[in-house]
């Protein structure tokens, strides 16, 4: 009974402490399958227009209808982007970049802006803040909202333990955000393959690149591409089931070096996709 | 009963481990009700006469009577300045900012150092580290003195919970602290409005520019003026009753986006000062 | 009995979640008395034959036997080094440096790459990521070994509580690593004196230099030469004895300064080298 009432109370600390990725993310399966990502907003919030809603990741998206012109000014973003949508949270960089891929293909909407603190709530790796503009403020939200609906499916091969994680990012065809990003070819194939810390990363870019003949497109380290994060990932284009091949090929490897810390490594949502 | 000591565990938990300033901050909330931000210090530390107090923010504040002239040259001080007196902490960039600003306008000291490592102990914004130079050794100790006891004050006005933080300062009369961390004019009012995760400090910097006819300054976000912190802001001046609007009419809308997860933001203190 | 089961649960609670450097560390006491840096590994995990063990630091250390072509153009190395060994951990950049630096006087391989990431799981330091050559995979292997098997000896000089950490390095001999990663001319002393948060390493390095005639070779603050850490950090090279003394005088004021939050701070593994 006391080792019962030790497991509870563990549980309850690491989904409200947190420890980067890993236990944000696996404390975030239970929430994603008993509610949406749009759900456990309190009663007062619906007077606030401008929330749209809270998804994985420690995330919020808001819109916001008439930006006022300082701002655009003082950011620098194009005046004609009267509305724009803002996607922010504290962990999963990856899944939110490849969520607001999907909402840019299903609305008329365009990226301008896209940074990467150094995040996750003590982890090794990125939080973030994503901004669509648009001329009307309904499309604006619609991208938000996609992203939020789309996050859960991208956390679906983030993979951590009580330690680290690997994360394994997969699509047949990029659109506007991932090559604002990260400059990949708009309609091809992409795949992502990150490991933290930086040196389980390392095992994951040489076993991807030996699985399959995929075309680097970018290589990023603590001191160089991220925001000093403790990852070493690449980024690739090619055919896509090769780029598919590499993804997983990297991502095998690296939930067993995860696993040598005692405990196997799981899906954010128990759901991979690729 | 059960549910009693899950409640004393879990406190314990996040006063201990804390999770950047929210936790962190609102743990303090009771120390400060409690205690000097003086007292606490152990019998043995009496004799190490170059500590001066602990304060909140997971701070500490030192005094060097004679700084070695290796020391001047490494970092580039003014051989002049003697004494230093030392404020640092993990969590509280902004109120250490306004503290230390009513600290120079109290004493005969000057601002020789200001930087802002990525810290708030996993948490998503900045910690401080902060140094007076001074030609006698008791006005570095009185800087380092009134930085302490205002510290307090100016936590007042941070919101938190267990996931994030509004951060909203005001003042009717900027000093030299915050002309040489900010460039903000001496002698005028100034405010800042920041949020985090930057998600929020984006809806908040635009109801503050809404909210009166103030002056921008500055626009910080995760790649531009800060230390790759997960927040935006800006800081303001004008005349001191829009500057005072602009900053409650920002912390207003924060601390519902911060509401949305579903756990009402308080002040560190419970003492707001705006 | 309820006093003892919320020390239990602390207790477990603060060997998952850690808090940076500090309770971390304290953690793996425990661990480094009662087993190797080499044990503790899954069954599943002797068929992945780049692991090479876990270590001190929330470490692991991986060989690869025949790098990819495409990643030593990728990152830059030398194709002379047909094997690399990989060392990474999210704690500890200064036992990791100093350990590794042992290792490159044992074997014969060449150090290919140091970084340094803004981690320590939500503490106040660095992470890292070392990169050993070699034309050899036994000789990059063997460098791994010898990594982590001296770890544990450069973290008797780490000094943490609940808080913060005090960091104190000495060599008679520096080597490559050293003069790779610091510029330590090789063959003499070499000390490292380091607090955090910074404040703390300002009365450190003071004392440093005022307590033995030593050459300061690099300074380190939030922001310059560290990745936006919270700390302040100098390494000194000159007469082996000075060098000791002055490590010495640096760490003996830190704990005190440490202590002020009224726990005492203990060595990591309990025998301090120094």
């Not at 749209?52 to 004609?80: E, R, Y």
């Amino acid at each position: 009974m006391e080792e019962e009432l030790i497991t509870k109370v563990m549980h309850e600390v690491m989904k409200r402490v947190g420890n980067g990725n890993g236990a944000t993310a696996v404390a975030q399966v239970e929430e994603v399958k008993t509610a949406s990502p749009l759900s456990n907003i309190p009663a007062e919030l619906v007077q606030l227009t401008e929330f749209v809603g809270a998804g994985m990741g420690d995330t919020q998206g808001i819109v916001i209808a008439n930006l006022d012109p300082m701002i655009h000014k003082l950011i620098g973003f194009d005046p004609k982007f009267r509305s724009i949508g803002v996607i922010g949270g504290r962990t999963g960089a990856g899944p939110h970049l490849m969520a607001a891929d999907e909402a840019i293909k299903a609305t008329n909407t365009e990226i301008i802006m896209v940074e990467m603190p150094r995040d996750t709530k003590g982890g090794a790796g990125h939080g973030n803040l994503i901004v669509f503009g648009a001329e009307d403020v309904s499309d604006a939200r619609r991208a938000v909202e996609v992203t939020l609906e789309t996050l859960p499916k991208y956390f679906g091969d983030l993979y951590a333990n009580y330690q680290d994680y690997t994360e394994n990012q997969y699509t047949a065809r990029a659109s506007k955000v991932l090559k604002y990003a990260l400059g990949a070819p708009e309609g091809r194939a992409f795949g992502l393959i990150l490991g933290a810390p930086a040196v389980i990363g390392m095992l994951m870019i040489d076993t991807a690149v030996k699985a399959a003949d995929v075309e680097v497109l970018g290589f990023a380290s603590p001191k160089k591409g991220t925001s000093l994060t403790n990852e070493v990932f690449i980024w690739v284009t090619g055919d896509s089931g090769a780029v598919r091949q590499a993804v997983i090929a990297g991502r095998e490897v690296g939930n067993k070096l995860l696993g040598a810390w005692g405990q196997v490594p799981k899906s954010a949502t128990g759901n991979p996709y690729i």
